[in-house]
């Protein structure tokens, strides 16, 4: 082993002054070893071109067929809204047809029953089912009781009804109301 010396146990290594020049290497060009080789990369580049141009048709035709496909459920949103509203409608129509359908049958059968009640009430009916049925005869002279109008009058608000304004039913209310007040 050799002594330490400068500090540095590593070897040192002599170097010459002027280095050594390389020996003259041929080195051929690379179209040399590859005739091919513009060309090949030519074809490449083509081929990425077309790849990137089919990719951006890819990617228009994907945008056009979402925008078709949005303005195509737009437009079913917008006639399936009409449809309904439509049929909402339509089935509103029919309820409405049916309860006019069961107004005028009610209305005929409320007239049904006013002139039922008309009949029976009908005074030459009246007389018929007293003379009939419960054996009543016509009064005697000495029977009727003639009642003075003053008598039978209820006035409505302090006002006094004339005689000839008063309805048919009023006149027999008022007549049943003094038999049994008797």
């Known amino acids: 082993m050799r002594y330490y010396s ?3 146990l590593a070897e040192k290594l002599n170097r010459q002054s002027v280095p050594r020049e390389l020996p003259d290497v041929y080195i051929p060009q690379l179209d040399e070893i590859d005739p091919d080789h513009g060309n090949r990369e030519k074809r490449l580049v083509e081929k990425n071109n077309l790849r990137l141009q089919y990719k951006s048709l890819k990617r228009w ?19 399936g809204y009409i ?39 009908s005074l030459y009916n009246l007389k018929d089912i007293a ?8 009064p005697g002279s000495e029977q009727i009781v ?8 209820k006035p409505l608000d302090d006002e006094v009804m004339n005689v000839m304004t008063r309805m048919p039913m009023e006149s027999i209310e008022l007549i049943e109301s003094w038999v049994r007040s008797r």
Do not use: C
């Open 6 to 8: 400068d500090g540095n």
């Open 61 to 79: 035709r994907a945008k056009a067929s979402l925008r078709l496909l949005s303005v195509l459920l737009v437009l079913v949103t917008a006639v």
């Open 83 to 121: 449809v309904w509203r439509g049929a909402k409608l339509t089935e509103m129509s029919f309820y409405n047809a049916g309860l006019k359908r069961q107004i005028k049958e009610i209305d005929k059968e409320n007239s049904l029953l006013q002139d039922k009640i008309l009949s029976k009430t």
């Open 131 to 138: 003379s009939a049925e419960l054996g009543l005869q016509k």
């Open 146 to 153: 003639h009642i003075p109008a003053t008598v039978l009058m």
